[in-house]
Structures are given as C-alpha cells and as structure tokens.
C-alpha cells in the first residue's frame, strides 16, 4: 500500500507519518505541504521520493494507492472530493468538515464514486475507548455519563506543535467532534436531546474560546462536555466513564479506574496508539474491499448532532 500524506509536516501529519512507518507492507511514496522549502526538507530527511505544494500532482501519480488528508479542516471537503474523484480512497483528519453542508457533500460523492472514504475518528480506536466498547458490546457496562473535559491555551493562532497556525481552529467542528462522535459511538446511540453555550468570541480570531455542550440519548445516557482554549493548565482531553458497574477515566490512550488504577491495555489491540490504529483500519479496509469502522457515512450522525448544537449559539 503506497500512502500520500497530505499536510504532512504538521503537527498530524507527522503523527501520520510516525505511525505509518510502524505498519508493515505501508510506505509513503508522496507528501504534500504548502510552503516548497519545508515539504522538500520533510521528503528527504524520511526518505520519501516525492513532495509538491499541489495535491492533484499527488492524485495524478501512479504510486499513489490511497491518501491520508492532514490539511487545514477548511479544504477537508475540497480535497477529498478531489481525491474520491481520482480514484484514490481518503482518510480525512478529524473532522472531516466544518458544516453539515460539507459533510452531507462528501457521503454523496462517496456514493456516487464508491471509493472508500473514511472520516479520522481516532477516538474509536485508542485502546482507552476501545476496551469500554468491548465491555459494552459483551454486555458488561452500560454508560450512565460521560463527562469530558478538552482543554488548551491557544489564545493566539498556534497548532499542537506552537508554531503559528495558517488557519483558525475550532471548539466546536474540531475539539467537540471528537466527544460528540465518541458518545454516540459508545451508546449506539444518536443524541434525541442536545444544547451549547459558548463563550465571548476571540478578537482576532473570531471564534469561541470557551464552550459546553449537554447530551442525552433516548435511553437517558448523559454527557457534559467542557472546552476551552483559555485554560493554563493540564491540557488535553480527560473523559470519565461513568458506568452501572464502576467508573472509568480515559487519558488519550491510557485508562484508569475510578482510584485513579491503571487498566492493563496490552491485549486490546495491536498497538497503544490509536493513530496507527486508525491508519492499520484504513490501510485493512481497502485491502479487504469493505467499509471501514468510521466511514464518512458512520460519522455523519455526529456531524448532524454539532449542527444542531451549533443552532443553540444563534
């Protein structure tokens, strides 16, 4: 399988290319960046035989089975149209886009394409969320509540890296995608019941920099869930399960009980790191001609939910 990442010296991209490199019968034959003297850099210190700043020459290439889109979420939709069109299936970083008008456009073009399509969800597949859906697909937890906490400084235009940022990120259609996904993902079901409130926009920036959403499912399963960009603190996302039978408290690809214990993860899956998880189901669902766990189809429900989350700020 011979892989384009495109957005490959950012912050995921790198992530992406890290993980890649751990999958076996996976190479990467072409990335794309926008700045020539950065991707050339990026292509010759891991070897790589081809970069460009432009993704059709990426898409035109015959070394190029599949694409993993690492870009900017404002030219998500844009470029994996583009890459659906060429033929070449596409993992698209979350979110897969930033309105439901877009989203709904990629699951018709996949549609009309048939060429695979899948949105990057990687909370699916950190070892963490995975073993508490194994438990509550065996029948042996049933979640109550989630409550989650995502949480950053990024008071100026930064990414994960704290280089400056050539786009404006999101609490909503990025940081609250995941949870909002998750939960829906966890309960089998799709929220009946859902709210927003957000705090005073940036100045600059234009968007929110605190936000919380409430959730509820049909079955009366609850989540909270708090964002900021202002907190100086402990970053990241925290999520605790509270469940029939125990709590749980989930940290990226970590799990610990409601003591604060750790969880032995070892035999969840191949890997603890849920980048190349997601990428192992990526790479497996093109080779196996099926649909992958966190198609563009599978995640549109969550898509809907941030929409009408979003009608609550207006």
């Known amino acids: ?33 926008p700045t020539r003297a950065k991707i050339d850099a990026l292509a010759t210190e891991r070897g790589i035989p081809h970069a460009t700043t432009d993704l059709a020459e990426c898409l035109s290439r015959e070394d190029v089975d599949a694409v993993i889109l690492a870009t900017p979420t404002q030219l998500h939709a844009e470029q994996a149209i583009a890459c659906m069109r060429a033929g070449k299936p596409v993992l698209i970083e979350i979110p897969m886009a930033d309105s439901l008008a877009d989203s709904a456009e990629i699951c018709r073009v996949q549609k009309e394409t048939g060429v695979l399509a899948m949105a990057g969800q990687v909370r699916r597949f950190n070892p963490s969320h995975q073993w508490i859906h194994n438990k509550i697909k065996a029948g042996e937890l049933k979640i109550q509540q989630m409550d989650v906490q995502t949480y950053f400084f990024r008071r100026s235009n930064m990414n994960a890296k704290g280089e400056p940022r050539s786009w404006t990120d999101h609490l909503l259609w990025h940081h609250a995608c995941h949870t909002v996904d998750l939960f829906q993902y966890q309960t089998g079901e799709t929220a009946s019941e859902c709210f927003g409130l957000e705090g005073p926009h940036h100045p600059e920036l234009g968007i929110a920099m605190d936000m919380s959403i409430g959730m509820k499912t049909p079955s009366g399963a609850l989540c909270t869930l708090s964002l900021s960009f202002n907190n100086d603190g402990p970053l990241g996302t925290f999520f ?52 992958p766990n966190g198609s563009v189809h599978e995640v549109m429900a969550a898509m809907e939910t941030l929409d009408r989350i979003e009608q609550c700020f207006t």
């Open 1 to 33: 399988m011979r892989i384009c990442v495109a957005g490959a010296y950012g912050a995921f991209g790198i992530k992406h290319l890290d993980a890649l490199a751990a999958i076996d019968g996976v190479s990467v034959t072409s990335v794309m960046g």
């Open 240 to 291: 605790r399960y509270i469940c029939d039978k125990g709590t749980y408290i989930a940290r990226y690809d970590d799990l610990f009980d409601g003591n604060d214990n750790p969880i032995d993860l070892s035999d969840v899956a191949v890997s603890n790191n849920g980048i190349e998880l997601i990428d192992r189901e990526f790479i497996s669902a093109i080779q196996e001609g099926r649909t």
